[in-house]
């Protein structure tokens, strides 16, 4: 190749404008350079379809008209020899362009009315496929040199990294639009998201407070339900008393009270003031069972209890409750257990639910047996009261720490013996407490923490 090619080609391959994505800049760099090196009198750009089917200039540079941006469109249909030899992508040298096998369609529609001799057609080339032309013309004829015909390869090229230039900013342009859709889109899901999480905030504090007047209508009934027994029961017998005692008065004052009326109404105010007395402290017993329901234990100290020794004595105080329900307890707690806890009421949750255990849990008369195991893990420590009784239903299960459901009713329970050790393990204990059926019986789980977290 002349020295006077490869100067210009190292020119245009430095030059900005090829690297900018700028096609149009890239068109007028590499056709002027064309038609400066070589002295031709036209050359233009051609690209492909995608199928191959046609062919469309989009961009020429004529020494005469200038005309950089003409409407001209090839097809295979009208020109299938050249097409035909365009798909084997190689070089279309035409020294006589009106002769040239390939050339020769254009003749009369395209080359004599422009006055086109020679032609010179070098395949473009992107990833590695062949999108179009450089199509270089000239009006007399002109052999072209082989290093012409490198030169115009190398352009060729170079136009094919114009493309790829081309090709990176509209993919750069297109992901910034995208990103900035979907900023947008994320911004306005984000606000959505928002507004619905506000609402479902909302709806939750509604229904917390919907379910908290519930649970208050429950307890405020179960607490008149619970109570009005005992106090009608204590009203009927004063008001007996009452009627005995006026009874008597009246008597008195006639002069008519025998010996054996006297003592008749003394037995009957007697039994009335029983009846009144014992009431009135089931009375009591139910509101400080109330009391305890509701404990927040302010008043309480932590204390480092081991539980090899503490559980065996609330086991004590429990004997003679085992006994009369015969039931027979086992432990295992192992000797290194320490944890930080409130004495009186972790005492009295196990006591409860020992309590209940031997209520509930047991319908038959064959061995009953409650196991009460302990496990220490990394930051907390599990306590298992575990018996082999008749298990939960799953309504019982559901509804075991709702306050003043019980299964016993008409054995005079309560129902607030697990609802207390709900109440005392979640708030005062800071744990978690799971009730589950086993194969053999139910068993309640406590979840504790080693050291409490006090104010």
């Known amino acids: 190749m002349l020295a006077n090619l490869q100067h210009i080609l190292s020119q245009i391959s430095r030059n900005p404008d090829i690297d900018k994505g700028d096609l149009m800049a890239s068109n007028r760099v590499i056709l002027s350079a064309i038609n400066q090196a070589l002295g031709t009198d036209r050359a233009s750009v051609w690209l492909l379809s995608d199928d191959h089917s046609q062919m469309h200039c989009t961009y020429l540079l004529d020494c005469?008209?200038?005309?950089?941006?003409?409407?001209?469109?090839?097809?295979?249909h009208n020109f299938p020899r050249y097409f035909a030899a365009l798909d084997e992508e190689r070089n279309i040298v035409a020294e006589d362009a009106h002769t040239h096998p390939y050339t020769s369609e254009f003749s009369i529609d395209y080359l004599t009315p422009l006055q086109i001799f020679s032609m010179l057609d070098t395949p473009i080339r992107h990833h590695g496929e062949m999108v179009g032309i450089i199509c270089i013309e000239h009006r007399v004829t002109k052999k072209w040199r082989d290093d012409e015909v490198v030169f115009a390869g190398f352009l060729a090229d170079i136009y094919g990294r114009a493309l790829s230039a081309s090709e990176r900013i509209r993919y750069q342009t297109e992901l910034e639009q995208l990103n900035s859709s979907l900023?947008?889109?994320?911004?306005?899901r984000t606000q959505e998201l928002t507004q619905s999480l506000e609402q479902l905030q909302q709806t939750q504090h509604r229904l917390i407070e919907v379910e908290k007047m519930a649970s208050l209508g429950r307890l405020v009934s179960g607490i008149a339900h619970e109570i009005n027994t005992p106090l009608g029961v204590a009203v009927t017998a004063n008001s007996h008393a009452q009627a005995t005692l006026l009874e008597l008065e009246q008597l008195f004052h006639a002069n008519q009270l025998t010996r054996q009326q006297f003592s008749?109404?003394?037995?009957?105010?007697k039994h009335s003031i029983t009846m009144v007395n014992a009431n009135l402290q089931r009375a009591v017993d139910l509101v400080n069972s109330f009391k305890q329901t509701a404990t927040t234990g302010t008043e309480q100290q932590a204390e480092w209890l081991q539980l090899s020794r503490f559980i065996p004595q609330v086991l004590t105080s429990m004997a003679s409750v085992l006994q009369q329900y015969q039931v027979q307890a086992e432990l295992q707690v192992p000797e290194d257990i320490e944890v930080q806890s409130y004495a009186s009421p972790l005492a009295t949750v196990l006591t409860r639910l020992i309590e209940n255990a031997c209520i509930h849990a047991f319908d038959t008369p064959e061995p009953r047996q409650i196991v009460i195991s302990a496990s220490l893990n990394k930051h907390s420590w599990q306590l298992d009261v575990a018996d082999n009784g008749r298990g939960m239903t799953e309504d019982e299960l559901t509804r075991a720490f709702e306050p003043f459901f019980t299964t016993r009713r008409s054995d005079g329970a309560k129902g607030l013996g697990l609802t207390l050790v709900f109440n005392l393990v979640s708030h005062l204990l800071q744990g978690e407490v799971r009730l589950f059926n086993t194969d053999k019986g139910c068993t309640v789980s406590l979840t504790l923490p080693v050291t409490l977290v006090t104010a």
Not at 183 to 188: A, F, L, P
Request: aromatic share 0%; hydrophobic share 30%; proline share 4%.
């Open 264 to 269: 008749q109404s003394g037995s009957t105010i």
């Open 183 to 188: 900023e947008q889109i994320i911004s306005q």
């Open 64 to 76: 005469e008209t200038h005309l950089a941006e003409p409407d001209i469109t090839l097809t295979r």
